[in-house]
């Protein structure tokens, strides 16, 4: 039983293109995060969940654009896909302590994104 | 601005020797700190975390220091095992946000 699984697990297009990332969720948890792992292995957040309410949303350029059904479920929507794309995509999820602050993250097997 | 990081690259020990893995970080609001362990073409695997009103947490043969002062941690793996082999990312939180600043990862290599 994988906690924290993502799809596709390999993904290459060519630019212009739409694609999407799915990402679920077993393990209850109320918060969901997507991660951009760079060409020089730096890991930064994107956007954060909390319950389907968008949370943290860095910098990113609004074509990226994620998408929460349910708590257990955080899509990610790339319009326009552009060579820079290319990267490591990692969900990860976790729990609220209750006093505000947040547990470890569990995280994803990651989506390789080539754009071509 | 990098405001997490781990100046080593690098980092080769000899089974059974202890592997210390550095990592520093700028921002006086990070409360929380946490070491991820990634092995290729797999997601970071959470190891050990330490909140800011702890100087040390313990937890196998995994050890975190943290040193406020200095804004310095540090992991200890002892004894260190070939299956330790991975990148280790050093990652910190602060304000109740839930957002983790990741420095860039140190690859320990354990040789037999």
């Known amino acids: 039983d994988t906690a924290v699984s993502q799809t596709p697990k390999y993904l290459v297009t060519q630019m212009g293109n739409d694609k999407s990332i799915k990402c679920e969720q077993n393990?209850?948890?109320?918060?969901m995060y997507w991660y951009k792992q760079d060409s020089k292995k730096f890991l930064k957040i994107m956007f954060s969940y909390n319950n389907k309410e968008l949370i943290i949303n860095e910098t990113v350029p609004n074509r990226f654009s994620p998408k929460s059904p349910d708590k257990a479920h955080l899509n990610l929507h790339i319009n326009s896909l552009e060579l820079g794309d290319s990267a490591v995509y990692f969900c990860?999820?976790?729990?609220?302590?209750?006093?505000?602050?947040?547990?470890?993250?569990?995280f994803g097997p990651g989506t390789r994104l080539t754009v071509l | 601005d990098q405001q997490v990081k781990q100046n080593s690259p690098s980092l080769s020990v000899q089974e059974g020797r202890i592997s210390i893995l550095n990592c520093d970080y700028t921002n006086s609001m990070f409360d929380y700190f946490l070491w991820y362990k990634k092995y290729p073409a797999e997601g970071p695997t959470f190891l050990i975390s330490i909140s800011s009103i702890k100087d040390k947490n313990e937890d196998g043969r995994f050890t975190v220091f943290l040193n406020k002062s200095a804004k310095h941690l540090s992991l200890h793996i002892v004894p260190s095992q070939p299956g330790d082999s991975a990148v280790y990312f050093c990652?910190?939180?602060?304000?109740?946000?839930?957002?983790?600043?990741f420095g860039q990862g140190t690859t320990l290599q354990v040789k037999p």
């Open positions: 990652a910190a939180s602060g304000s109740n946000t839930g957002k983790l600043i």
């Open positions: 990860a999820s976790s729990q609220p302590t209750g006093t505000g602050a947040y547990n470890e993250q569990f």
């Open positions: 393990l209850g948890h109320d918060t």
